[in-house]
């Protein structure tokens, strides 16, 4: 049986630490409605949660590291990093994008739909990640001078290296295939139509992941079942793309916000008083920078933004403890008074 060198994908001896006695180690490399592929030494095989884990709403994505016993996952084993955000829809829930993931690309293309405000906020969720982002801009072929685009994203980069590449012309492509090492796991996030898939079978050197153009309506289901989302490039390392995402709602962010708006954080703490809302007080350095045109205005208002939005989060998070603790309570207490009228 062929053998597969699970270090390309990052296997160490501290994770191998971490596998129970007895089970066969393997990663995640898609996820469908039923269950997971997993490549493990033996090959890629198909598998899913037992009941146990699926009542405990073990959360798995695809990039995580799990034990196999018996042909069903018996244990996630510990993330040194998780891609996060709040499950679209209604609910209050988290769900990851991504585990394990050592490189996130935010992948934004040139051109009109150019969304620096988006940029931002990705960048947000991959500083909580724990993942180091970088920025790819795609399509530098549909400009003549990408130059102003570039500004724009390098005011909201605070310092995060961007890459301009065109997948069609190969410009910039070498580069940022040399940031994909082996052992290491990179993530494309962006949303739909950036050229992420583009990128992904370029590096591959084949046609993997449908693309755009590859894609046809009776395809869609095929791919959705087949795909692979995690893929072992020809160097060693993996790459992880993801489906183009409609909105990218916070989770957690509070150090992610620091760290993505760390230039408004030093100015901030230069402000006279301490608790500074930077409206209107005297001596507030943040108007200062506002003023001197050192700080777009834009980037107050998305720090402001996003903050909102995460302290909205975090109510409706307490809001779904607290529904949950009044369940447990309630049924406790109804176990209770059933116990003690069976003793009567
Ligand atoms: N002009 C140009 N088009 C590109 C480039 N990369 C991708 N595209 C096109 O953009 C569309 C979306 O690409 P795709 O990889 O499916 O995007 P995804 O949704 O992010 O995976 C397709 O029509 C691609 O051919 C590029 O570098 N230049
Ligand atoms: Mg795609
Ligand atoms: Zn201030």
Same mark, same amino acid.
């Given at each position: 049986m062929p053998r597969f060198d699970l270090r390309k994908l990052g296997w160490?001896?501290?994770? #191998? &630490?971490? =596998?129970?006695?007895?089970?066969?180690?393997? /990663?995640?490399?898609? *996820?469908?409605?039923? @269950?997971?592929?997993?490549?493990?030494?033996?090959?890629?095989?198909?598998?899913?949660?037992?009941g146990r884990l699926l009542r405990a709403c073990t959360d798995v994505a695809v990039g995580d590291w799990v034990a196999l016993g018996d042909g069903l996952v018996r244990v996630v084993l510990p993330r040194r990093t998780a891609i996060v955000r709040q499950a679209a829809g209604t609910t209050t829930r988290p769900q990851t994008l991504a585990a394990n993931v050592d490189l996130a690309l935010?992948?934004?293309?040139?051109?009109?739909?150019?969304?620096?405000?988006?940029?931002?906020?990705?960048?947000?969720?991959?500083?909580?990640?724990?993942?180091?982002?970088?920025?790819?801009?795609?399509? #530098? &072929?549909? =400009?003549?001078?990408?130059?102003?685009?570039? /500004?724009?994203?390098? *005011?909201?980069?605070? @310092?995060?290296?961007?890459?301009?590449?065109?997948?069609?012309?190969?410009?910039?492509?070498?580069?940022?295939?040399?940031?994909?090492?082996?052992?290491?796991?990179?993530?494309?996030?962006?949303?739909?139509?950036?050229?992420?898939?583009?990128?992904?079978?370029?590096?591959v050197g084949r046609e993997l992941m449908p693309t755009r153009e590859t894609r046809t309506d009776d395809d869609e289901g095929r791919h959705a079942t087949t795909r692979r989302e995690l893929v072992v490039l020809p160097g060693g390392g993996a790459l992880i793309d993801t489906p183009g995402l409609r909105e990218l709602q916070l989770w957690d962010g509070d150090s992610g916000i620091d760290a993505a708006f760390a230039d408004l954080e030093r100015l901030a703490g230069a402000c006279r008083f301490r608790d500074c809302s930077h409206t209107r007080e005297p001596g507030c350095s943040v108007l200062a920078a506002i003023d001197s045109g050192e700080l777009p205005l834009e980037r107050l208002s998305s720090w402001r933004k996003l903050q909102r939005e995460l302290h909205a989060t975090a109510i409706r998070q307490d809001a779904r403890l607290c529904r949950e603790e009044a369940r447990r309570w309630g049924r406790l207490v109804r176990e209770a008074g059933t116990r003690s009228r069976r003793r009567r």
């Open positions: 160490s001896a501290d994770l #191998a &630490d971490t =596998l129970p006695l007895g089970l066969e180690p393997g /990663r995640v490399i898609a *996820a469908h409605r039923g @269950g997971y592929d997993v490549q493990t030494a033996a090959g890629a095989v198909r598998t899913r949660l037992p935010v992948v934004s293309s040139l051109g009109p739909d150019l969304e620096p405000r988006r940029i931002e906020r990705y960048l947000v969720v991959v500083w909580e990640s724990g993942a180091t982002p970088e920025i790819v801009l795609t399509k #530098a &072929d549909r =400009l003549d001078d990408p130059s102003a685009h570039v /500004r724009m994203v390098e *005011a909201v980069a605070n @310092g995060v290296p961007i890459h301009v590449v065109s997948a069609l012309s190969g410009h910039g492509c070498e580069r940022l295939r040399r940031r994909l090492e082996r052992g290491r796991t990179a993530v494309l996030l962006g949303s739909s139509g950036v050229g992420k898939s583009t990128l992904v079978n370029r590096f």
